[in-house]
């Protein structure tokens, strides 16, 4: 995907002295809550593996149609301009994650420069979503759905009233014969009105290939608004209530644009997590799957000591529930996530406090 025309509105916008922007329209990314009072500690604990029920491992939990509609993406690619098969514009490996509940893309442009996106299918919502963050900080936060070869997801607005603009994304990913993948990325500056073709590129299969090494640019690091995040990376025993749910490695990268979380529950499940921070609407964001396939998506702002994160998650498939997340450091060896419930507008009900101890 090629990521000029992003490079010039991240210019664009520092030369009019921003480093966010303000989102119009609906802000949480979430479906509607359904019998959120039917939510309780058990289901939370699930998510890190504890499973009362007996059905943590589930291996086959993702083997399904819904679930495969992105595997046509997997593979090692090559990327070139459709309309001209001699330009390069990068390459990408795509993986099978969390035993096919979720797809990874790892990009990599022109000089090494990296990007990453985490795209899960929600059961609940019967929709794909992508969370895509690149080296210079710039990320998408997508949904979509497949309809025949196609796949298409959109972002919500986002207004820059400095600029006078307004700016949504569509992509489409369209299953070609032969097995290439063409990749068509439509922006809008006034919010969905009219849209122009900013990159139209195509997939060529590349299985000998590898990645280049990462060369991230570092504007991150020189960011300060994504600097509360340094403190989380590391590897950490999990626990509730004193009993041992696995362990998370939580590692910055991106150039410090992206923390990727790896939860391992000793009951064998896994969950993978990217968290980052938007400059562009001045929230923190929190997307996580796991191979039950479960998605939770949250997002939220810096508090005193650590975030406070808010958003949607589905223990099980006949429960959607806003739930809070408040990550709370202690000191430099602990950190503690307080899962809340909201059981009515405004209302939140405590579940459970996982803890994090650091072991490195």
Known sequence: MNKTVLIVLTTTLAACGLDSIETVGPQRE?????????????????????????????????????????????GQWRIVSAADPSSPQGQ???????????????????????????????????????????????????DGKRRDRVLTMTSGVRSIPAIGIALTDTIHWRAEQGGTVRQTWLQSTDGGLTYVNVFDGRYLPDPGATLPPEAPRGLCLARPGYRPGDGLAGTYNVSAGGVALGTSTIRSTLGACLLDEEFVA???????????FDRFVGEWFWTRGDTRGRVARLVGKVSPGGFVMAGSASPRPEVTAQVRVTFQGVGTSQMTLQWEVEETPGLWSPLVTIVYDRVA
């Open 266 to 276: 000793t009951e064998g499940l896994r969950s993978r997590g990217f968290i980052a």
């Open 92 to 142: 990408s490996r795509i993986d099978s994650d969390l035993n096919g509940c979720a797809v990874i893309e790892n990009y990599s442009g022109a000089g090494g420069a990296p990007a990453r996106s985490l795209n899960l299918y929600d059961r609940v919502s019967a929709t794909w979503s992508q969370t895509y963050i690149d080296d210079v900080g710039f990320t998408l936060r997508m």
């Open 30 to 74: 979430v479906s509607e809550p359904t019998l959120s009072r039917q939510l309780g500690t058990g289901d939370i604990l699930a998510l890190y593996g504890a499973d009362p029920g007996g059905t943590g491992r589930h291996e086959g939990a993702c083997r399904n149609a819904a679930h495969r509609g992105f595997d046509f993406w997997l």
